[in-house]
């Protein structure tokens, strides 16, 4: 009986035994390291900290009013001027820039639902 070469080799390889062998084994990802994942973990930082934060002062008729009081007196009121419970409360108005441009521009084109 001839042997065949290579058959002893074969015999013992991972493969005939059911086992993947080392170079066909699924590779371990590798972890998140690119610009995308910078960026994906970036605005979840940003949202996190939005939820933490209250929100204050997002009516837009409040601003609004706001910068048609300010346009009419020429002047940035320091006093809680819409406020029904404690009006003569000291509130410095720090967004009185985007109430004057927000007044502005509804003299202008107005509040259209198109």
């Known amino acids: 009986m001839t042997k065949t070469p290579g058959w002893g080799k074969l015999a013992r390889s991972p493969r005939v035994l059911g086992v993947p062998a080392p170079d066909e084994r699924p590779k371990s990802r590798p972890p998140l390291r690119s610009p995308d994942a910078l960026a994906l973990f970036a605005l979840l930082v940003f949202v996190a900290g939005r939820c933490l934060v ?32 404690y009006p003569e409360y ?13 007044a502005i521009t509804h003299k202008l084109g107005g509040l259209s639902a198109r």
Request: aromatic share 12%; proline share 4%.
């Open 54 to 85: 209250p929100m204050d002062e997002t009516d837009m008729f409040f601003n609004l009013k706001l910068g048609e009081i300010i346009l009419e007196s020429g002047k940035i009121p320091t006093e809680n001027l819409l406020s029904f419970t």
């Open 90 to 102: 000291r509130d410095v108005n720090l967004a009185w820039v985007f109430q004057v441009i927000l």
